[in-house]
């Protein structure tokens, strides 16, 4: 089983700073298998990033991402008020076996 | 428009069991392989199982292997988790998720998610 481990678990910024999130393998996931999601509370996740770096339908291209191997990053370059949320990466290449990572809650500080 | 609708969930005694639906909508159900997420209250996500555009390959987490039962109706559109022997740990928000192709794969689609509460 591959391991995704985010960090930080919280990032205090403020409207118009870059975030920059952390999700780390415990093996190499394998051909950059790897997706980032949004979750605001009280609502379900929605699909960023997919490939490491490819922006799904209609994300804003102040998302993205990037990384291979063990290390990926999203980065959202300017952040707006809608995207203080939680955000989570999925690893997909291990056949049979999903895994997500603990989330990194962005927060207005 | 992609629409998923979990129903099912509920308050049920430990050791009890619950069947959980997912009824589809919006696209061609039986060309896309589905998945079932949970995710207890205030944590995050947990992949819990997903099942083949045609039901010929299926799979589940740890967790709840042995216990829980994946299957899908593609006449009636429809994904369905049973739930049997359940423990307090499995109470959670449960999601039903489909996949763009493939079958373990990102998920580009996902319901609002059916409360599942295992307490006596």
């Known amino acids: 089983e591959i391991v995704l481990t985010q960090s930080p678990g919280t990032l205090s910024l403020s409207p118009g700073e870059r975030a920059t999130l952390s999700c780390r393998a415990s093996?190499?996931?394998?051909?950059?298998?790897l997706a980032w999601y949004q979750q605001k509370p009280g609502q379900a996740p929605r699909l960023l990033i997919y490939?490491?770096?490819s922006r799904a339908t209609g994300i804003p291209d102040r998302f993205s991402g990037s990384g291979s191997g063990t290390d990926f990053t999203l980065t959202i370059s300017r952040l707006e008020p809608e995207d203080f949320a939680v955000y989570y990466c999925?690893?997909?290449?291990?056949?049979?076996?999903?895994?997500f990572g603990g989330g990194t809650k962005v927060e207005i500080k | 428009e992609v629409q998923l609708v979990e129903s099912g969930g509920g308050l049920v005694q430990p050791g009890r069991s619950l069947r959980l639906s997912c009824a589809a909508s919006?696209?061609?159900?039986?060309?896309?392989?589905m998945h079932w997420v949970r995710q207890a209250p205030g944590k995050g996500l947990e992949w819990v199982s997903g099942?083949?555009?045609?039901?010929?390959?299926?799979g589940y987490a740890d967790s709840v292997k042995g216990r829980f039962t994946i299957s899908r109706d593609n006449a009636k559109n429809s994904l369905y988790l049973q739930m049997n022997s359940l423990r307090a740990e499995d109470t959670a928000l449960y999601y039903c998720?489909?996949?763009?192709?493939?079958?373990?794969?990102?998920?580009?689609?996902w319901g609002q998610g059916t409360l599942v509460t295992v307490s006596s």
């Open positions: 998720a489909k996949v763009p192709l493939g079958i373990w794969y990102y998920f580009d689609y």
């Open positions: 999925q690893q997909y290449g291990s056949s049979r076996f999903l895994t």
């Open positions: 099942i083949s555009w045609n039901s010929g390959s299926i």
């Open positions: 490939g490491a770096s």
């Open positions: 093996q190499s996931v394998s051909s950059s298998y």
């Open positions: 919006g696209f061609t159900f039986d060309d896309y392989a």
